[in-house]
Nanobody, 127 residues
Framework: QVQPVESGGGLVQAGGSLRLSCTDS????????MGWFRQAPGKEREIVAAISRGGSNTYYAGSVKGRFTISRDNAKNTVFLQMNSLNSEDTAVYYC????????????????????WGQGTQVTVSS
């Protein structure tokens, strides 16, 4: 694979949980900070969470802090997004992205920092 591939999206009832996975086998995975972004209809693509190359530093958007958890398994070239307590505002296409040159902090919350993007996976939260 050259492009990251997301999986795990689908339909879920409000209050439920989903776990997204992103596998990126097209490069040396541990050299990249990874991010999850989402885009709802008519909205800009926005940061959800990011994680540094070794997984020691993370970032969360305020809207998901305390509900979502980002993690990675470098041995499997995979980054995860565990999403709990989902609500209708979480409905969006979720994208995985890779950043070869992160900031000194080890990650970036800026969309422009990410060079490689997956095709996305749909998450729909119903009531």
């Amino acid at each position: 694979q050259v492009q990251p591939v997301e999986s795990g999206g689908g339909l879920v009832q409000a209050g439920g949980s989903l776990r997204l996975s992103c596998t990126d086998s097209g490069r040396t995975f541990s050299n990249y900070a990874m991010g999850w972004f989402r885009q709802a209809p008519g909205k800009e693509r926005e940061i959800v969470a990011a994680i540094s190359r070794g997984g020691s530093n993370t970032y969360y958007a305020g809207s998901v802090k305390g509900r979502f958890t980002i993690s990675r398994d470098n041995a499997k070239n995979t980054v995860f997004l565990q999403m709990n307590s989902l609500n209708s505002e979480d409905t969006a296409v979720y994208y995985c992205a890779a950043d070869r040159h992160p900031l000194l902090s080890g990650l970036s919350s800026s969309r422009s920092s990410y060079e490689i993007w997956g095709q996305g996976t749909q998450v729909t939260v119903s009531s």
